[in-house]
């Protein structure tokens, strides 16, 4: 067997990232989960990575913002929560509150000035647009944006220009002594709300089975701001997460966790399009749920992992069955009829052995879109104007901007389709290469160029040690007319396979090239750019391009 099929049979499934194979062992469940001696932080570090060594979390991160502790000192600079009481503050809030009102200079007085030019009627949607700038600016003393333009939050578009005047206001009122002042209060915080999110870190990762990525560019972030109050901010923008807590006082773990759940949870739709296409007709009457919250009706990934997600909480909640019961009922009533199949399914997820990551497809095809159909055709959704109302300070404000990151377009509306595609998927993972193009042959019968159906093809001559077949296949797919340009995954693996194939092929330079190729695709699988990133890596000695 060659060097290409070698790899082939070893990492099939992995690589095209469909359906599971068992992993070797187990972990436990988290009820029987203790969590691990933590390593300390640095001292006078405001940051505090999550060191756990059972379930660790990748690019988990406990704090403090230079550029968020700046634009609040600009924000309360300026007037913002003036005239508010701060009886419930605590002192340090008061005390610089105190002080920067009565800040003087040319710098202070054009923060001011563009306060009033962009002020808003609602505190509250006032706050968010500084939220948004803080998470997404770059150190001092310029806080630059860190995203492109065209990727920020409308909120911080609407702020062009303050990088400018609160670089030079950072810089009169000398806010970075300011800032190493108020250290020894924000590591305390920070100390404190370590040990809680860990905790949280700790047995939802245990729970979904899920390890480390080294090299994920995915970040989950708690900053920590006292300047902001009891109000709890949640922020998703592009592959980066990050909540934004007063401080260690009041942790809401529920949201700390919701939050978390999401940043493992929500690739998995995206990652399974074709999967979840099967139960949009679930969706197509949850839409009509008043209390639904407007940016998941026309979001089918979006909203099938806000689904996900309230199904795992339930699963690690202490609740007693009867506020399990109740509570799905409520979510029945919002639209978020996914929660109860989904939970019931969580039961063969805990029964199995792989990752949630791998065991996703498995579990969404147990759910009887039919019958759903039926069962949610018959909920008597709830009024909008019954929906209860939160206390204001300790309310969830939640933002989600949209990924930059493509959704396949190339997925037929058919059900019959879908179900071949998944059929021949499950028989790649079963190493059954004429059952397999069996399926996909019937998807090409009906629609010539369905790229998912090609690249099934493509596996199917990997797995028959046809190399020739294969090129041609993947090559149909990565160039000309009939090139995958509308389905990310396919495109950034075609790109994978071939190179793999040059390079057993000992045509260094061709792999090279597929490589690069395949990094360059845009929202290309994650796995799928490691692969590529550790292929090219590995032409960093020399070798011949070409085998005598």
């Keep these: 067997?060659?060097?290409?099929?070698?790899?082939?049979?070893?990492?099939?499934?992995?690589?095209?990232a469909m359906l599971p194979s068992p992993v070797t062992?187990?972990?436990p469940p988290p009820a029987q989960a203790q969590p691990p001696a933590q390593a300390p932080a640095p001292?006078?570090?405001?940051?505090?990575?999550?060191?756990?060594r059972e379930a660790p979390a990748s690019n988990v991160t406990v704090d403090g913002s230079e550029a968020m502790f700046t634009t609040m000192c600009g924000l309360l600079a300026a007037g913002f929560e003036a005239d508010v009481s701060s009886e419930h503050w605590t002192p340090m809030r008061a005390e610089l509150r105190e002080r920067l009102q009565r800040q003087q200079g040319p710098a202070v007085d054009a923060v001011r000035e563009f306060y009033k030019k962009h002020q808003l009627a609602d505190?509250?949607?006032?706050?968010?647009?500084?939220?948004?700038?803080?998470?997404?600016?770059?150190?001092?003393?310029?806080?630059?944006?860190?995203?492109?333009?065209?990727?920020?939050?409308?909120?911080?578009i609407t702020l062009e220009g303050f990088s400018e005047i609160l670089s030079a206001y950072y810089v009169e009122q000398h806010i970075g002594r300011l800032w190493v002042q108020v250290q020894p209060v924000y590591n305390h915080e920070i100390d404190q709300i370590h040990d809680a999110v860990s905790q949280i870190v700790f047995v939802t990762t245990n729970y979904l089975r899920e390890l480390a990525r080294p090299g994920d560019p995915r970040t989950f972030t708690i900053i920590v701001e006292p300047l902001v109050g009891r109000i709890t901010n949640v922020r998703n923008f592009q592959d980066h997460y990050a909540i934004v807590l007063s401080g260690s006082a009041d942790v809401p773990v529920d949201v700390v966790r919701h939050a978390f759940l999401h940043f493992l949870l929500d690739p998995l739709p995206l990652q399974y399009p074709h999967v979840i296409a099967a139960k949009r007709p679930i969706f197509d009457v949850a839409v009509r749920a008043p209390r639904l919250t407007p940016d998941l009706?026309?979001?089918?990934?979006?909203?099938?992992?806000?689904?996900?997600?309230?199904?795992?909480?339930?699963?690690?909640?202490?609740?007693s069955p009867g506020e399990r019961e109740a509570t799905i009922d409520r979510d029945d009533a919002d639209g978020y009829v996914l929660v109860r199949p989904l939970f019931k399914s969580l039961a063969s997820f805990e029964g199995a052995e792989p990752s949630m990551r791998l065991y996703f497809p498995d579990m969404v095809r147990t759910i009887d879109?039919?019958?759903?159909?039926?069962?949610?055709?018959a909920v008597k959704f709830a009024s909008a104007d019954s929906a209860p109302k939160q206390e204001e300070t300790a309310a969830e404000q939640v933002a989600r901007l949209r990924k930059a990151t493509p959704h396949p377009t190339t997925i037929p509306n058919d059900s019959d389709a879908i179900a071949d595609l998944t059929e021949g998927e499950r028989r790649i993972a079963e190493k059954n290469p004429r059952a397999a193009e069996t399926s996909f042959q019937r998807v090409l019968a009906k629609y010539p160029d369905q790229p998912r159906a090609w690249y099934g093809i493509g596996l199917v001559a990997l797995l028959d040690r046809d190399a020739i077949r294969a090129k041609e296949v993947f090559g149909r797919l990565t160039v000309g007319e009939h090139a995958a340009?509308?389905?990310?995954m396919?495109?950034?693996?075609?790109?994978?396979?071939?190179?793999?194939?040059?390079?057993?092929?000992?045509?260094?330079e061709q792999a090279k090239t597929e490589y690069q190729a395949a990094l360059a695709v845009n929202g290309g699988p994650e796995q799928a750019k490691q692969a590529a990133q550790k292929g090219l890596a590995a032409f960093g000695s020399d070798k011949p391009s070409e085998r005598p």
């Design 369 to 377: 879109a039919n019958a759903e159909v039926k069962r949610v055709q």
């Design 123 to 156: 505190a509250g949607a006032m706050l968010s647009q500084y939220i948004w700038f803080g998470l997404v600016s770059g150190p001092a003393p310029k806080f630059t944006p860190t995203l492109r333009r065209d990727e920020l939050p409308p909120e911080v």
């Design 485 to 488: 340009t509308g389905d990310p």
């Design 43 to 52: 001292p006078n570090n405001p940051r505090a990575r999550l060191g756990l």
């Design 297 to 319: 009706r026309d979001d089918l990934p979006s909203y099938f992992a806000e689904c996900l997600v309230r199904a795992v909480e339930l699963k690690l909640k202490r609740m």
């Design 1 to 16: 067997m060659t060097k290409v099929f070698q790899w082939i049979a070893l990492g099939i499934f992995w690589a095209a």
């Design 25 to 27: 062992a187990q972990i």
């Design 490 to 508: 396919v495109l950034t693996w075609s790109h994978i396979y071939l190179a793999r194939i040059y390079d057993d092929e000992g045509q260094a």
